[in-house]
């Protein structure tokens, strides 16, 4: 979901109901001061959409905190900087990220690996606004708006005695939970054109790849498809990515979905769309090409929900030679 391309910009992808939620509230979130906590799977978005929220707002930097990245006594040095020959190798003073979010948006993504003991810290930074830099005796201020993240329960952690209840109460004013890939596959097509826009050089998928993402559940969500294009692009010699061409995990799952009932009755499921069984079932070990092709036609015409031009865009061929085709096998909107 992340736009990256050559000058990097930011933008939430797809049209689901689910995103056209996320980003309603986070137009609405960005106007306030309220602290925000997103919760989801790795992989879901949650930095993209603490960056919507923030770019909907006054402005201000954007300072990412990840809490999972920082570890031991570099820690607090990190978050409230240090003054000189506060520790050996303190050679001069720093800033640290509270510091630098002053006037802005602090993002802590996965809030949940921060240790019991920065925890009281940040709780007092968003209590009082201050802090002091390690080794230092002077209070310094930073005011910021606190976005936090995590795909961990943070509730439970509370119980288990992991996560201060106080500084739980203080992030989990307004909760925002993103959806996994899974459960908004029709914005799949969109990601992938996306992605594809971004890494491809005029690539397009084939029917057969494009039946397969679909029914693919994304357990790494849109950051697993995001590198799957990046695999695909880099791998193919030619303008349309084939399934010879998806990394070992998609492969290693339609290798999975063919085994219980046969290699062509896996491969008909694997292309229609959200895994339903297909039209017609396969009487012969090897199809014609003719049919092959014009399954693919009929599945691409499903995703696209009879849209043409994509479909067309999806098998990588021509308009043109799109209707040719519906005339000659005889389909039907």
């Known amino acids: 979901m992340i736009q990256e391309s050559k000058a990097r910009s930011y933008e939430l992808v ?15 979130l960005g106007r306030g001061h309220w602290p925000v906590l997103l919760l989801g799977e790795t992989g879901t978005g949650k930095e993209l959409v603490a960056r919507t929220i923030h ?3 006054p402005g201000g930097p954007f300072v990412t905190i ?21 520790f050996t190798g303190a050679n001069a003073n720093k800033i640290g990220l509270i510091e630098q979010a002053n006037g802005g948006t602090a993002f802590f993504d996965e809030i949940g690996e921060l240790p019991l003991d920065l925890q009281a810290k940040l709780l007092r930074v968003l209590q009082e606004k201050e802090f002091r830099p390690v080794g230092s005796l002077q209070v310094r201020k930073s005011s910021f708006r606190v976005i936090a993240a995590t795909n961990r329960d943070l509730a439970k952690e509370v119980e288990k005695g ?20 899974r459960d908004r596959k029709e914005d799949l ?4 054109r996306h992605f594809l826009e971004i890494y491809g050089n005029g690539h397009t998928v084939s029917g057969e790849l494009l039946g397969l993402m679909m029914s ?10 995001e590198n799957c294009i990046q695999h695909m692009v880099a791998v193919n010699s030619g303008p349309v990515l084939h399934l010879q061409d998806a ?52 599945n691409a015409l499903r995703y696209t929900k009879g849209d043409r031009v994509m479909a067309a865009h999806l098998l990588g061929i021509g308009r043109t030679t799109l209707y040719r085709k519906l005339k000659e096998y005889g389909i039907r909107d």
């Open 189 to 192: 097509p969109a990601l992938i």
């Open 247 to 298: 990394p070992s995990q998609l492969l290693h799952y339609h290798e999975r979905r063919r085994a219980p009932q046969g290699l062509v009755q896996a491969a008909a499921a694997a292309a229609a769309p959200n895994g339903d069984e297909p039209e017609e079932s396969f009487v012969t070990p090897v199809l014609p090409l003719a049919e092959m092709e014009r399954r693919a036609i009929i």
């Open 14 to 28: 797809g049209q689901s109901a689910r995103l056209r939620n996320v980003l309603r509230l986070a137009a609405k």
């Open 55 to 57: 770019r909907n707002g």
């Open 216 to 225: 693919y559940d994304w357990p790494g969500n849109v950051r697993e498809l």
């Open 66 to 86: 990840d809490c999972s990245s920082m570890v031991g006594t570099l820690m607090e040095s990190e978050l409230f900087g240090h003054v000189k020959g506060a």
């Open 162 to 181: 992991r996560f201060r209840q106080d500084l739980y109460y203080r992030l989990n004013v307004v909760t925002l939970r993103l959806s996994p890939l």
